[in-house]
């Protein structure tokens, strides 16, 4: 289902806790709606302990450092934020911005960056940006979300069979190359426990159960290894890849069973330290996570919306999630939105208010303490086919597939355009290109609608009396104006009616003054019926009559009335 268009929350005052306080305060807090909350939180938390390990390890970074994300960003947001069903934490969509910065920069490095997103989210709340979603084109975010779902799936080929890569390429195509060259290597053990895995999350959904299926897929993964390890086949796990240092200096493996510490984000492991020069290289991929998480909690918002008929606050949404980018990194979260699907399985489990998204990061914090060590035997293969489904998710191939069949050539142009670019390049570079493309071909198509038709009566024979349709603006002025001296022949009174002339540009009054400068001597320009904003442009232009030359009446009959100039 797309989602609903933007609702006018946008302009609601900016203040903070604005979805907690009405939800919670406003509104009346039963009991009972604590209880519906607890079970939303505890069945969106069991979704989320899975997928936040996965989604840190496929950004580069060891897996606790997604449950600390989604402890402490899904608390922050729940309080500071403008909706009052998102629940928050990492999502795919920043993989394959983390990624790239995690290799080059380290864990923190990763973590400065993400605290300089949130002071841009936090900035564009600020100055009321919240209406960002409605000037991107359908095309273009489903470009880019397809793209990163195929980059995404690909990453997660080499866990997924097991394979040997000793380096990855930095590039698109070299990644593939570099996979298909190491097929040869494909390990039985981590293939087998991979498709069991993608199987149980494939099929879970026909059986019409309440239950998410994200750990019955991991359990049934976890059997298979099991299986593999009893025959001495060894499979690599989270405790296998995966190693932590404790304050006392001693090392364990897998997940550590302590709480995130506050750490300044730049002092984080493998640090770099904080430098000018360091932050200056950071902005662009800052950036990137800004502007991508701007889009995905705003469209996360209205597609709530759209499912429970409230109006979330825009501009405080982002604020709510630039507040949290911003403290998470503190605690060694990495970046941190509105995930759509935890939010809608939060809805249908029956939230009520940010309370069930604060539950379910309490779950997180108690799985962190008391599960640590059975997270540890996780089989990375099991988790890279938890992140292969949310890439096929989030690839939305059906929507694709229909735009394909059934959009207008243009959008089809637009679509191809952003996801070859957010493949090949950069998520920033797809947006970017593919707004300015859907400008471009929207403005062409706007400037084909205006044309210039005769107007049907009895004239005198040196009259040519035509109507413009549509926008005069510079993409249809100089056109208009080029086939009115072609189609005005030998007429000595040319009469224009301006009744569905809705604007009138810069680039149109230039076009007309050229025009009437250009016109022969003798001959007079008419125009008639101008509505409001074309009226108010000429004023804004002083073009005034010109005896002899130019003149204006408000109906086609008053001008043919009165030949004489004015």
């Not at 980059?151 to 069979?161: A, H, S």
């Not at 493998?270 to 998480?293: D, E, K, R, T, Y």
């Amino acid at each position: 289902m797309d989602p609903p268009a933007m609702n006018t929350s946008t302009n609601r005052p900016l203040r903070l806790f604005s979805a907690f306080i009405d939800a919670c305060i406003s509104e009346k807090y039963t009991v009972q709606r604590l209880l519906k909350d607890a079970t939303a939180g505890v069945t969106v938390g069991i979704i989320a302990i899975p997928l936040a390990m996965a989604l840190a390890i496929g950004s580069g970074v060891p897996p606790q450092y997604g449950l600390y994300t989604s402890a402490v960003a899904g608390i922050i947001v729940a309080v500071f934020g403008g909706s009052r069903f998102s629940v928050s934490g990492p999502t795919a969509a920043f993989v394959v911005i983390l990624y790239p910065v995690s290799q080059q920069y380290g864990l923190s490095g990763l973590l400065l960056a993400t605290f300089m997103s949130g002071v841009m989210l936090v900035l564009m709340g600020l100055a009321r940006f919240g209406k960002l979603i409605e000037y991107i084109p359908l095309p273009v975010t489903l470009g880019f979300t397809s793209g990163i779902g195929i980059t995404i799936g690909t990453m997660q080929i080499k866990d997924f069979f097991g394979l040997s890569v000793t380096s990855m390429p930095e590039h698109y195509v070299g990644k593939v190359l570099a996979l298909v060259q190491a097929m040869p290597t494909l390990d039985i053990g981590d293939a087998l426990i991979g498709i069991v895995t993608l199987g149980v999350l494939v099929l879970w959904p026909k059986l019409g159960l309440r239950v998410p299926g994200h750990l019955p897929a991991l359990l049934a993964g976890c059997a298979v290894m099991a299986v593999f390890m009893q025959m001495g086949h060894p499979v690599a796990t989270i405790g296998s890849r995966f190693h932590y240092l404790l304050p006392d200096g001693s090392q364990g493996f897998g997940i550590p069973a302590i709480l995130p510490q506050f750490v300044l984000p730049w002092l984080q492991a493998g640090n770099h330290g904080l430098s000018l020069n360091l932050v200056q290289a950071l902005l662009p991929a800052a950036f990137s996570m800004a502007i991508l998480g701007a889009i995905e909690s705003l469209l996360c918002a209205v597609v709530l919306d759209g499912m429970t008929g409230t109006k979330h606050h825009s501009n405080n949404e982002l604020i709510g999630q630039g507040m949290g980018n911003i403290i998470t990194p503190f605690f060694g979260g990495i970046t941190a939105t509105a995930a759509i699907a935890r939010s809608a399985a939060n809805v249908r489990a029956g939230a009520t208010s940010p309370v069930s998204a604060i539950i379910h990061s309490l779950l997180v914090i108690l799985a962190l303490l008391v599960l640590a060590p059975w997270l540890s035997w996780l089989p990375l293969a099991a988790m890279a086919a938890l992140l292969l489904m949310v890439a096929w998710n989030m690839s939305e191939a059906h929507k694709v597939i229909n735009l394909l069949r059934r959009a207008p050539k243009d959008d089809i142009l637009v679509m191809l355009t952003c996801m070859s670019l957010t493949v090949l390049f950069d998520m920033v570079i797809a947006i970017t290109a593919g707004i300015v493309m859907a400008s471009l071909l929207f403005m062409r198509s706007i400037a084909k609608m205006t044309r210039l038709t005769d107007v049907p009566g009895e004239y005198g024979a040196d009259e040519c009396v035509l109507r413009i349709s549509g926008p005069l603006f510079f993409a249809a002025a100089e056109r208009i104006f080029t086939e009115l001296s072609a189609r005005s022949g030998n007429a000595q009174r040319i009469i224009l009616i301006w009744d569905r002339v809705a604007l009138l540009d810069a680039g149109g009054l230039s076009a007309l003054q050229s025009y009437i400068q250009g016109l022969p001597k003798g001959v007079e320009l008419v125009i008639t019926d101008i509505p409001y904003q074309p009226l108010k442009t000429l004023a804004r232009g002083g073009v005034k009559p010109i005896s002899g030359q130019l003149s204006f009446y408000s109906s086609l009959s008053e001008a043919l009335s009165d030949p004489q100039p004015r």
